[in-house]
């Protein structure tokens, strides 16, 4: 049994000022996947540059921070936010969600698109690849702020976390940095390597996050507020996961089918 660092989730404080961990964590996704979307801008017929990419950023964050945290708000405590309305703007206090967030920012690639004249789908494929930073960023976040801890186990590696009892839990804060983070980034920096057709990459993103995400909330704690939604062990997060499994197949059905036309 192990016991989770327990690091102030404040990590710099001047006066009434305070920086906390999990906004420097957005900042390094955001940083971290601008970095590499230079990169990738420098290759040759890359069809980007590095002016383009920084606007890009620019969509994603606004889009991330404003889904992800309304889907927060929508998908998981609706009740809460509209007795305290105020607390939907603290998002330093954490509370956002993917499935929001990933909801802005196709709402943002959609209004990048349209107004450089580029293919939505294939703004979707370069970026795909990126916001896996901001993903594994993020659960390091969740890690710092001892949330959204698994369930009680008994493997060597179960921990301790405040506020969740005397029982080691999953760290499933990791399990995902590991999954949604590292292992994500991996496949699909490697697929998209080479040229792929219009909307595959994005399809398969799709796909390996609904998948990873389904199997990490079996071991993940419910939110106490809502539980498991159906048959004893489906949770909010796979309910929304799910449709994203069966869009990405079909995404890159589409995608192969139409490059073979």
Known sequence: MLTAPDIDPIAISIGPVAIHWYGIMYIVGFVG??????????????????????????????????????????????????????????????????????????????LYAWRTKRSWLAVTDFI??????????????????????????????????????PQPRHPTQLYEFALEGVALFLILWIYSSKPRPTAAVSGLFLVSYGVFRCLIEFVREPDAHLGYIAFGWVTTGQLLSFPMIVAGVLLMIWAYRRSTQ
């Open 33 to 110: 996947g601008w970095a590499l979307g230079v990169y990738r801008a420098g290759r040759p017929d890359s069809g980007w540059t590095k002016q383009e990419v920084s606007d890009l950023l620019v969509y994603v964050a606004v889009g991330v921070i404003l889904g992800g945290r309304l889907g927060y708000t929508l998908f998981y405590s609706a009740g809460h936010f509209l007795t305290n309305p105020l607390e939907i703007l603290q998002i330093w206090k954490g509370g956002m969600s993917f499935h929001g967030g990933l909801l802005g920012v196709i709402v943002a690639m959609v």
């Open 128 to 165: 795909a690849p990126l916001v896996t930073i901001g993903l594994g960023a993020g659960r390091i976040g969740n890690f710092i702020n001892h949330e959204l801890w698994g369930g009680v186990t008994d493997v060597p590696w179960g921990m301790l976390f405040r506020n969740a009892g």
